[in-house]
């Protein structure tokens, strides 16, 4: 059974630093372009960093960068998302996203998605 699992949220202060996990069950991630999407409510998915298959990060949203990093541990068929400098306004509902050939920030042309994990930015 193809799963993700998210995991790593929490409540961080503000320029605190979390570090999110995505480990996926019944495929190889190497395979695939592996996004980090995020959510608050009300709002659409939007897309914040993205790894290809060939391991070229692609920034998704700007307000990123320099802060987050997306990294991928092949032996443990994981990908992690670095927040550090976090922010309030990064607060969300943070999702991994699988993609079998390229990164989009397009959400729905994702074709595996985690349930999510919460990351809570405040003092």
């Known amino acids: 059974q193809v799963q993700l699992v998210e995991s790593g949220g929490g409540l961080v202060q503000p320029g605190g630093s979390l570090r999110l996990s995505c480990a996926a069950s019944?495929?190889?991630?190497?395979?695939?372009?592996i996004a980090w999407f995020r959510q608050t409510p009300g709002k659409e998915r939007e897309g914040i960093l993205c790894?290809?298959?060939?391991?070229?990060?692609?920034f998704l949203l700007d307000s990123v960068k320099g802060r987050f990093t997306i990294s991928r541990d092949k032996g443990k068929n994981t990908v992690y998302l670095q927040m550090n400098s976090l922010k309030p306004e990064d607060t969300a509902f943070y999702y991994c996203?699988?993609?079998?050939?390229?990164?989009?920030?397009?959400?729905?042309?994702?074709?595996?998605w985690g349930q999510g994990t919460q990351v809570t930015v405040s003092s």
């Open positions: 996203a699988a993609h079998m050939y390229y990164c989009s920030d397009y959400a729905q042309m994702y074709q595996h």
């Open positions: 019944g495929f190889t991630l190497d395979d695939y372009a």
């Open positions: 790894i290809t298959s060939s391991d070229r990060d692609i």
